[in-house]
C-alpha cells in the first residue's frame, strides 16, 4: 500500500483544477429584478486589457462556478495559438437551481424558468458588461457556451434569442427534454432566425449512449445545417467519452471552431 | 469531484484491507485445500451503463503457481437494459463486447480463494437510436466504438469441490487515468463498473 500512495498522489493532483489568474479576475452580483435571482458573476480579462480604446467580444458561459477557470484558461491559449484577440470571459452562476434556470418549459425535469434567464442575460448583464467592461455591443460578438442542461440553454438562446448572441457552443445539449420542446421552437422561430449569420459548434460524447442523447442532438444538427443559409457549423463527437467526460474535450474543440472562425 | 475522489481513495483503502485480512499458511493449505489449475467461471450480473445494463461473462484462470495466476475475461452487456423508450427516443440495440487478459494475486483461506487482478483488452460498444416524435421527422443514428479496457477486478470464489460460487467485481481504469486525467471522465468508468455472480468449474 505505501507503494501505493505517490501514484494516489499523483492522481488526486493531476485531477485537480488550475485557476485563472487572480489578477485577470474581477467578481461581483447581480440581484436581478427580473426573476428575484442573485447571480454571482465572474470576468477573465484579456492580457494588455484597455477598455479606454478598444471593445472586446465576451463569452458567457453557464455553470459558471464549475467552468469559468478552464475556459478562462482555453480561451487565453487557443487566441494565442491563432494570433487572434482573447476575449472577456463571463462565467454565470447560479440564482436558482439550474433545472430551473436552463430550463425553457416546466416538465417533470425542470421549472422553466429560461425565458426569464434570458431576459435577465439580454437587460442586465450585457448592459452591465457592454458599459463598465468596454463588451463589444454587436450581436455577432458575442458567445454563449453551455453543457447538458447548459446546452439546453444555448439551443434556446439560439432558437428565441436569436438577435442577442451569434455565436454559440452547444456541448451534450439536453435536447431531449420535454419531448423535444427545442425542435418546436426551432421550427417555430425558423423564418426570422433564418436572416442571420451565424457560428454555431455541436459537441456530445460518442458513447453518450443513454438512449437519450445522440438522436435528438443529430436531429437539431440536421435542422440548423439545412435551414439557415447563414449558419457555419461544425458537429464533433469525443471518441471513448461519456456524458461528463467529454466537456472538457469539446470545450477545446468549440473553442477553437470559434476563434478559427470568427 | 470531491465524492469522486473520495470513492477513489475508498476503494484503494477497501482493497488494502481485504489483501491485509487474509492469511496465508502454505503448509496448511496443502493438506485441506487444492489449489485448482485451470477454472473456468460464467457470471450474471449488472454494470453501471447510464441506467443499468445486464452482464454475462466467462473467466477462465489458469494457476501458474499458488500466487501468480493468468485470466482471460470474456463478457457481453446488455446495455441500458430497462429504459429502452424515453420521450419518444427509442433504444435499437445498446451493448458492449469484452476481452480482457490479465494477471492476478490469489490469497486462500479454508474453502475461499480471493483473487485480485489487472485486466488489460478491448472493448466494443454499439448502439443505434431512433427519435421517432411523431411531433417531428424521424432521426437515426448508430455509433460503434472499438477502445482499450484496462480495469481491476476482484473475484471471490466459494467451495471446494469440482464446482463452486463466485462473485465479481470490476472497476474500470479507462477512461480515467489511461485515456485521461480529467477526473470528469470518471463517468465513462462507471459506465462499466461492474458487479456479477455466478457458478465456476475446476477444469484442472
Known amino acids: 500500500m505505501k507503494n501505493l500512495m505517490p501514484f494516489l498522489l499523483l492522481l488526486v493532483f493531476a485531477s485537480c483544477k488550475k485557476e485563472y489568474d487572480l489578477k485577470l479576475t474581477k467578481e461581483f452580483s447581480i440581484l436581478s429584478s427580473i426573476n428575484g435571482g442573485n447571480y454571482n458573476i465572474k470576468v477573465g480579462l484579456p492580457d494588455n486589457y484597455d477598455p479606454a480604446t478598444k471593445n472586446y467580444a465576451a463569452i458567457y458561459i453557464l455553470d459558471g462556478e464549475e467552468n469559468f477557470d478552464y475556459v478562462a484558461e482555453k480561451c487565453k491559449s487557443i487566441s494565442n495559438d491563432y494570433g487572434t484577440p482573447n476575449v472577456l470571459v463571463v462565467s454565470i452562476g447560479y440564482g436558482f437551481d439550474r433545472a430551473f434556470d436552463y430550463t425553457p418549459t416546466k416538465a417533470s425535469e425542470g421549472g422553466g424558468g429560461a425565458e426569464k434567464f434570458m431576459e435577465f442575460i439580454k437587460t442586465e448583464l450585457i448592459p452591465k458588461m457592454e458599459q463598465e467592461f468596454a463588451a463589444d455591443t454587436s450581436r455577432n460578438s458575442r458567445i454563449i457556451l453551455g453543457h447538458s442542461f447548459g446546452g439546453l440553454l444555448t439551443a434556446y438562446a439560439f432558437t428565441n434569442y436569436n438577435n442577442v448572441f451569434g455565436n454559440y457552443i452547444m456541448l451534450s445539449p439536453s435536447i431531449w427534454y420535454d419531448n423535444e420542446i427545442l425542435l418546436q421552437f426551432e421550427q417555430d422561430n425558423r423564418s426570422p432566425n433564418k436572416q442571420n449569420q451565424q457560428l454555431v459548434f455541436m459537441g456530445i460524447g460518442e458513447l453518450e449512449s443513454a438512449g437519450r442523447m445522440l438522436a435528438p442532438f443529430e436531429a437539431f444538427y440536421q435542422r440548423l445545417k439545412n435551414n439557415y443559409p447563414g449558419i457555419k457549423i461544425s458537429k464533433h463527437l469525443e471518441p471513448h467519452l461519456n456524458h461528463v467526460g467529454s466537456k472538457n474535450p469539446n470545450i477545446i474543440e468549440g473553442l477553437n471552431f470559434y476563434f478559427k472562425n470568427r | ?204
Do not use: H
Open chain 2, 1 to 204: 469531484m470531491k465524492t469522486i475522489k473520495i470513492l477513489i481513495v475508498s476503494i484503494f483503502i477497501l482493497t488494502y484491507s481485504f489483501t491485509s485480512g487474509q492469511s496465508d499458511s502454505s503448509q496448511i493449505f496443502k493438506k485441506q485445500f487444492l489449489i485448482p489449475k485451470l477454472t473456468t467461471e460464467l457470471g450474471l450480473g449488472i454494470n453501471a451503463s447510464q441506467i443499468t445494463g445486464v452482464v454475462i461473462s466467462d473467466l477462465v484462470q489458469w494457476n501458474l503457481k499458488k500466487r501468480l495466476s493468468i485470466i482471460s475475461y470474456t463478457s457481453y452487456a446488455y446495455n441500458n437494459a430497462f429504459l429502452r423508450t424515453f420521450n419518444y427516443i427509442e433504444t435499437n440495440y445498446n451493448y458492449t463486447l469484452s476481452q480482457k487478459f490479465g494477471i492476478g494475486t490469489s490469497f486462500y483461506s479454508k474453502k475461499s480463494t480471493y483473487t485480485f487482478s489487472f485486466l488489460a483488452g478491448v472493448k466494443y460498444e454499439s448502439f443505434k437510436e431512433t427519435l421517432n416524435n411523431p411531433k417531428f421527422e424521424k432521426v437515426t443514428v448508430s455509433v460503434s466504438s472499438l477502445s482499450p479496457d484496462f480495469g481491476l477486478m476482484y473475484n471471490f470464489k466459494r467451495g471446494q469441490k469440482k464446482y463452486f460460487f463466485n462473485y465479481k467485481i470490476y472497476l474500470p481504469l479507462y477512461p480515467y487515468p489511461f485515456k485521461t486525467f480529467d477526473i470528469n471522465a470518471v463517468d465513462g468508468n462507471m459506465a462499466n463498473f461492474s458487479l456479477e455472480f455466478g457458478i465456476g468449474m475446476r477444469l484442472k
